[in-house]
């Protein structure tokens, strides 16, 4: 029996320590990504575990939309750690708009009523023909994949599109289930993207949404 609970623990060991590198690299952790290491993070028990562990080198878990997305963060501020944090935020907002462009055409494109999600699917090519069939999409498509985020240099809708998605896979924002289909899956990272949009607009008052939303709107006219 005590050999049993041996191995047993050492599983949860196991298990724990590659969740803490996850968190360690950065990775952000949802049902999308890591349905495993998200039931994990979910449980009090292994949540307290990788606390435990992660405080002695001031990290911690922190979580977002609405506790189903986990990533690491500082447990202290001291300076060091507030040019790292600095740095990685002046990162995103030089990434902001074009994200939120993106965000915006996706959902006018695919003529949804709620913005993107985790979870949610895209299809690339019912994408691809909607933004073909409409003059405005192509140009609002053109604009985006010439950010230099995106980088494109293509002049093709298709070869837009996927320089796009395919860098969006790169930051994490979507996952391919299968690399043989043309589906994507909006990750939690998204739900993320969207709580940093609103602290930045309250503190900030930048007003990123509204900013895509009528230059989409301009464009439409």
């Known amino acids: ?54 405080n002695q080198i001031n990290r911690t ?44 055409l996706v959902q006018e494109a695919n003529g949804q009523d709620e913005p993107l999600r985790e979870g949610m699917p895209i299809r690339l090519t019912d994408l691809q023909a909607q933004i073909e069939d409409t003059p405005a999409f ?20 298709d070869g837009q599109l996927k320089l796009v998605f395919k860098r969006l896979l790169e930051l994490g924002f979507l996952t391919k289930p299968n690399a043989e289909k043309q589906l994507y899956i909006a990750t939690g990272k998204i739900d993320y993207l969207y709580e940093v949009i609103r602290f930045i607009d309250e503190t900030e008052g930048l007003n990123l949404e509204a900013q895509a939303e009528t230059a989409s709107q301009r464009d439409l006219l």
């Open 61 to 104: 878990v922190c979580s977002a939309g609405e506790g189903d997305v986990f990533f690491c963060g500082y447990l202290q501020l001291g300076d060091a750690e507030r040019q790292v944090i600095s740095s990685q935020f002046k990162e995103i907002c030089s990434a902001l708009i074009p994200l939120v462009e993106w965000l915006v």
């Open 138 to 157: 192509s140009e609002q498509l053109a604009k985006l994949a010439s950010y230099r985020l995106f980088g494109s240099s293509s002049s093709s809708s």
């Open 1 to 54: 029996m005590s050999q049993l609970n041996s191995t047993s623990s050492d599983s949860v060991l196991v298990g724990t320590g590659v969740l803490i590198e996850q968190l360690l690299k950065g990775e952000f952790i949802c049902q999308v990504t890591n349905e495993d290491g998200w039931r994990a993070l979910k449980s009090p028990q292994t949540r307290e575990r990788v606390e435990q562990y992660l």
